[in-house]
């Protein structure tokens, strides 16, 4: 069965520091991964998907399947970053989204 | 567009009483999902539907039942709640291509 692992509950940050957040999933097909990000009172929305190659808000997230990751980066962490972010894996044709824990980032400043 | 929306967005609920959350997303996509979100568990998924008059269990379907009413609506019963089903709940649309999902703002369920 497929699994996405968020080790981190929490991770706090100083402004302008770097991000990671890390993601590891297990899944014996071709993996579809995202990363949804939650801001406080707000509802849940995409912030970037691994097939686009994109970054958004500056983070970026590439793809390592030799190592099952998929972890999201931003090289200056901001106060408006803070939010929950899952890490999410699409299977069954995308049918169906599997969610990590998520991690609650919070950019001190 | 409204996108996707639930109601209602409180509700408190005695063990043992019954209730519906309904969802409604106006993108004309065929997949919806209802999921519960608790804290330390993440998004877990409840029952989806792939497309108008299918519906499937996801990784925790018991203690609920749902109807596609038509494209556009998908709702969620308890039919006899429990503490255990005081959580968050979130439905969401899929978008093809691309496989995106929209949330709808959430509904907080406690149940007493």
């Known amino acids: 069965a497929q699994r996405v692992t968020q080790p981190e509950k929490l991770l706090s940050v100083f402004k302008g520091a770097p991000v990671e957040l890390k993601c590891n999933y297990s899944y014996s097909g071709s993996p579809e991964l995202f990363w949804y990000v939650q801001y406080s009172r707000q509802r849940l929305q995409l912030l970037l998907r691994h097939i686009s190659r994109e970054s958004i808000k500056g983070f970026t997230a590439d793809l390592n399947k030799g190592e099952t990751s998929f972890h999201l980066k931003k090289p200056f962490a901001q106060e408006e970053d803070s939010a929950m972010y899952y890490c999410?894996?699409?299977?069954?044709?995308?049918?169906?989204?599997?969610f990590g824990t998520g991690t609650q980032l919070k950019v001190e400043l | 567009n409204a996108g996707v929306t639930q109601t209602p967005k409180f509700q408190v609920l005695k063990t043992g009483q019954s209730m519906t959350l309904q969802c409604a997303q106006d993108?004309?996509?065929?997949?919806m999902y209802w999921y519960r979100q608790d804290p330390g568990m993440g998004l877990r998924l409840i029952y989806y539907?792939?497309?108008?008059?299918?519906?499937d269990k996801g990784e925790v379907p018991n203690g609920y039942n749902v109807s596609r009413l038509n494209k556009r609506e998908f709702s969620l019963r308890l039919e006899s709640a429990a503490p255990s089903q005081t959580s968050v709940y979130f439905c969401?649309?899929?978008?093809?291509?691309?496989?995106?999902?929209?949330f709808g703002p959430g509904t907080r369920l406690t149940v007493l």
């Open positions: 539907s792939a497309s108008e008059g299918t519906t």
């Open positions: 993108m004309n996509h065929n997949s």
């Open positions: 969401a649309s899929r978008q093809m291509p691309g496989n995106e999902q929209f």
């Open positions: 999410a894996l699409a299977t069954g044709g995308g049918n169906k989204l599997t």
